[in-house]
Every structure is written in C-alpha cells, then in structure tokens.
C-alpha cells in the first residue's frame, strides 16, 4: 500500500483549459495542431523528415516572476497516443537569464494512459517560459502519414507535494450514480428531472501524535506513530484550506483514487489536553472542467 499525497501552495497553473496565450511552434511535422476542448491540451501532426520532427506550444511567464526556491516542484499530468514508435511527450521549464538561466527539460516519454511526472525545478531561479512538447521517437519516422498525439492535463508549480507519514485512520472515496432522485419544492407530477448529480467525495481521517523527539529534544518527521508530520502538525492542511480560494484544486494520489479535488471541510480536534494527540477529517471533492463521460472510469479516478 502506497502514502496518500496532496501537492499544496500553488505558484503557477496552467489547467489546459485553453490554448489563447500560446504559441505554436513546429519543426518537420505536416498538420501540426495545438487545440484544447476546455479540459485537456492535444498536440497532433504526423512526422515528416526522417530528422529531428517536433512541435511545442510555449508562454512567456515571466511577468509572474515564480521562484524556484518557494516553487521548486512542478507536477505534470499527460498521456500519449502510442506506446512506442509515435510522438512521445516532453516538459521544459526556462529560467530568465539575471536569476542564472539554464533549463529543466523532462523527456516523459510514452504512455497511454493518464501519467503524473513530479519534476523537481532548479533552486534560485526566476521562470522565464514554459514549454509543452510532443517529439517524434525514433527520429526516423518519416512519410507525414500517419498522426500522433500528445495530451497534457496540467502542469502545476506548487510549494511540494505532501505525503502522509502514517494514515492511523484511512482513505475513503465515496461515489454517486448520475441518477438522481430528488424532491423538489413545488414540483408538480412526475416528470423527469436533468439536475446533475454529486461528484466523488474522499474521506481521510486518523490521528496525528505530536509527542515524537529524538535524544536531542528536536521533533521527529515521518518516524511512525510517534512522528510530527511537518515543523507544525498538519499545517499543509491549514494552508490548503487557508488559500483556497486562490488555488482551484489539489493534487492527490492514494490506492483508492487520484484526482483534483479541493479541500471542502477541515476537522482538527484535541480530545485531552493533558495528551498531545491530535485527530483530523478532511473531506475532499472531485474537481472537474469537463464532463467524466469523454473518459473511462480508469482514467476518471487515477487507477490501475
């Protein structure tokens, strides 16, 4: 079994919903195209030359003057249409020259099912521009016949990626059917209602003991039952809930799903004063720009 993880502290994100701001770059690839359906960002062309075939679609961002050191993850979601022998996907991020230039370029290669890379960035950068690629692998594809396709869910600049030390509780995803059966004030007969349904809920509860030091009196991180989980017990809780309402969703991954969510409501509680245990309840929503039915139920809800 695999620790829960929640990203936490958003810098910068770009959630594919668009692709206004952005320009297309392309070398040696026939029909080359860079569109968004409002949820996710698909680069197509069909390789060409037998050489180095590619295209990319990059932004200038560095008005927004994202620093490496408060920022230094950067978590990217993205598939392809091929396993092999195609247009494989790559990320860079630059950084502008005065805060000491270089790239993180990340090959992520080939796969087609919903794939989440975290890419650690240079400290003690500014980010000059981003890139969102699609390479042909081998570069000797050639004939611009057959079209290949790269699609990126998101990237997301965030002050880390929490992961829980020890869950003494659990996770819990509670799922709701489409089909709705509601009764509303006033409604007369028994005609058939189109009112939506609730998204997915996840439940993560347990406890936190906030008694661990070593030898030399200095808490314990990540030691078990007796460990402090961070330098204040479960402040990336506190600061999720604290700015949400600037950061539109999270990151989070367990065994049971991993999807957006956003951190609807907070339970921390101190049952004895005269003990240093904490408990907590965290109820998470699934967060979603497009409709779940252009998707399968694996790639819904992260599973495999």
Request: proline share 4%; glycine share 10%.
């Given at each position: 079994m695999?620790?829960?993880?929640?990203?936490?502290g958003?810098?910068?994100?770009?959630?594919c919903e668009?692709?206004a701001?952005?320009?297309?770059?392309?070398?040696?690839?026939?029909?080359?195209?860079?569109?968004s359906?409002?949820?996710?960002?698909?680069?197509?062309g069909?390789?060409?030359?037998?050489?180095?075939?590619?295209l990319?679609?990059?932004?200038?961002?560095s008005?927004?003057?994202?620093?490496?050191?408060?920022?230094?993850q950067?978590?990217?979601?993205?598939?392809?249409?091929?396993d092999?022998?195609?247009?494989e996907?790559?990320?860079?991020?630059?950084?502008?020259?005065?805060?000491?230039?270089?790239?993180?370029?990340?090959?992520?290669?080939?796969?087609t099912?919903?794939?989440t890379?975290?890419?650690?960035l240079?400290?003690?950068?500014?980010?000059?521009?981003?890139?969102?690629?699609?390479?042909?692998?081998?570069?000797?594809?050639?004939?611009?016949?057959?079209?290949?396709?790269?699609?990126?869910?998101?990237?997301?600049?965030?002050?880390?990626?929490?992961?829980?030390?020890?869950?003494?509780?659990?996770?819990?995803l509670?799922?709701?059917?489409?089909?709705?059966?509601?009764?509303?004030?006033?409604?007369?007969?028994?005609?058939?209602?189109?009112?939506?349904?609730?998204?997915?809920?996840i439940?993560?509860?347990g406890?936190?003991?906030s008694?661990?030091?070593?030898?030399?009196?200095?808490?314990?991180v990540?030691?078990?039952?007796?460990?402090?989980?961070?330098a204040?017990?479960?402040?990336?809780?506190?600061?999720?809930?604290?700015?949400?309402?600037?950061?539109?969703?999270?990151?989070?991954?367990?065994?049971v799903?991993?999807?957006k969510v956003?951190l609807?409501?907070?339970?921390?509680?101190?049952?004895?004063?005269?003990?240093?245990l904490?408990?907590?309840?965290?109820?998470?929503?699934?967060?979603?720009?497009?409709?779940?039915?252009?998707?399968?139920?694996l790639?819904?809800?992260g599973?495999?």
């Open positions: 695999t620790k829960p993880t929640i990203t936490y958003h810098g910068w994100l770009h959630d668009t692709v701001g952005w320009t297309l770059i392309h070398v040696g690839i026939t029909t080359p195209s860079a569109t359906d409002g949820d996710v960002l698909t680069l197509s069909k390789p060409n030359t037998g050489g180095n075939d590619y990319y679609v990059w932004k200038d961002v008005a927004s003057a994202i620093n490496t050191t408060i920022y230094p950067c978590v990217v979601r993205w598939k392809t249409s091929v092999a022998n195609g247009l996907a790559k990320f860079v991020v630059a950084y502008t020259a005065a805060s000491g230039g270089g790239a993180t370029t990340t090959v992520l290669g080939f796969s099912s919903w794939t890379r975290t890419i650690t240079t400290p003690g950068r500014v980010i000059e521009y981003i890139q969102f690629h699609a390479n042909d692998n081998p570069d000797t594809l050639t004939g611009g016949v057959t079209s290949y396709s790269v699609y990126f869910d998101f990237a997301l600049m965030c002050q880390g990626v929490f992961t829980w030390p020890f869950v003494s509780g659990g996770v819990e509670e799922g709701f059917n489409n089909l709705q059966h509601l009764k509303i004030p006033g409604k007369v007969g028994n005609a058939t209602q189109y009112l939506g349904g609730d998204d997915s809920t439940r993560v509860y406890d936190i003991d008694t661990g030091t070593n030898a030399a009196g200095v808490p314990l990540d030691e078990g039952w007796h460990g402090r989980w961070t204040h017990d479960a402040e990336a809780f506190y600061q999720i809930l604290h700015y949400a309402f600037g950061d539109p969703w999270q990151w989070f991954t367990s065994d799903a991993n999807l956003t609807d409501r907070m339970r921390i509680s101190q049952a004895k004063t005269d003990e240093n904490l408990s907590y309840e965290l109820n998470l929503h699934e967060y979603r720009l497009g409709s779940a039915n252009v998707e399968t139920h790639e819904r809800f599973i495999t």
